[in-house]
């Protein structure tokens, strides 16, 4: 059915254009129920980005709760691929609380999902669709691409078997505080000089070229060198699918809220004019397999409601 764009909002404007690039890039829309048993939320609650939920008692004595993520119900209700690469795209309200003030909100999330055997291709495939979607929003657009595994690897190098001291280093990783990563190493007697890798990392900013240059003189580590070459992959598959899109891909290490959720490449997508990020994904392997399932799989939302301040007649065709 055709619908003319004028009786339509920009929210729904741009979650049917968004669709529309899903299905003829080979996705398949995955419908599902607004309710899932509490249980799964409760046992996942450190894959959640808030633990309020809205529960309630259905006919049948079950507690139920009103959906506040989409990617656990897929997981939930798919089975492996095996070698096969499973792609669904979906159209789907949530209901969470932004904070204790606001209370809950429905929020409305356009999103995919690739689940497999997931090839350095697939991730490829996967951010071109990102920066893609992020365009289909606005040419006023960015999007921010990391590798937890990088960043990881060299806090771990340097935090030892204190977790204690990884949190730390984390927070301020995530402030680009270079000066911060320094107090804490004196403090824990970590060797004076140690801590340089992590602050040359988090200092890396900006085009792919630029970064991966600088990426490739770090110390010598066999599986730092693997995760360089992962990241190398993912953004030139980018390149080699729109040349045009390279002016809005940003390399950048100090995103660190979703190392709970994301393995390997992560990334963000953000508009100009809006405060927060209208697009969030990456590979989330850990939460495959606290689910029991032997797939990788790699995925993204955009956030509609996010979407509320661009300007009538921004978003693009």
Not at 26 to 40: A, H, I, P, T
Not at 59 to 71: C, I, Q, S, Y
Not at 249 to 273: C, H, M, P, Q, V
Request: hydrophobic share 35%; charged share 30%.
């Amino acid at each position: 059915m055709w619908i003319e764009d004028r009786l339509m909002d920009t929210q729904e404007r741009i979650g049917y254009r968004l669709m529309d690039l899903y299905d003829t890039n080979g996705y398949n829309r995955y419908r599902m129920s607004k309710f899932e048993e509490y249980d799964l939320y409760s046992r996942n609650r450190d894959f959640l980005l808030s633990e309020n939920v809205i529960t309630f008692t259905d006919t049948n004595g079950r507690l139920m709760a009103m959906k506040p993520d989409v990617t656990l119900s897929i997981v939930k209700n798919m089975k492996d691929a095996g070698r096969d690469i499973r792609k669904l795209y979906y159209y789907e309200h949530v209901y969470r609380a932004a904070d204790e003030t606001e209370g809950f909100r429905e929020q409305t999330q356009v999103g995919l999902e690739c689940m497999g055997q997931i090839s350095a291709a697939c991730i490829s495939g996967v951010l071109t669709l990102a920066a893609r979607s992020l365009q289909l929003c606005s040419e006023h657009s960015v999007l921010e691409i990391s590798h937890l595994g990088i960043l990881k690897t060299v806090t771990d190098e340097l935090s030892g078997e204190h977790p204690e001291i990884k949190t730390s280093l984390l927070h301020c990783v995530s402030e680009k505080n270079t000066h911060g990563i320094t107090d804490i190493c004196r403090e824990a007697g970590i060797e004076a000089g140690k801590e340089e890798t992590l602050q040359r990392l988090i200092g890396l900013y900006g085009s792919p070229e630029k970064v991966l240059e600088e990426l490739h003189v770090f110390p010598e580590s066999a599986k730092l060198k693997e995760m360089i070459s992962e990241l190398e992959h993912a953004v030139s598959g980018i390149r080699s699918a729109q040349e045009q899109l390279n002016r809005h891909i940003i390399i950048d290490f100090s995103a660190t809220e979703d190392l709970r959720y994301y393995n390997g490449i992560a990334f963000k997508g953000f508009i100009e004019g809006i405060p927060e990020s209208v697009l969030s994904g990456g590979q989330y392997d850990g939460l495959m397999r606290r689910m029991g399932r032997k797939d990788q799989a790699i995925g993204f939302a955009v956030f509609l409601n996010r979407l509320e301040r661009l300007r009538e007649g921004e978003s693009h065709a």
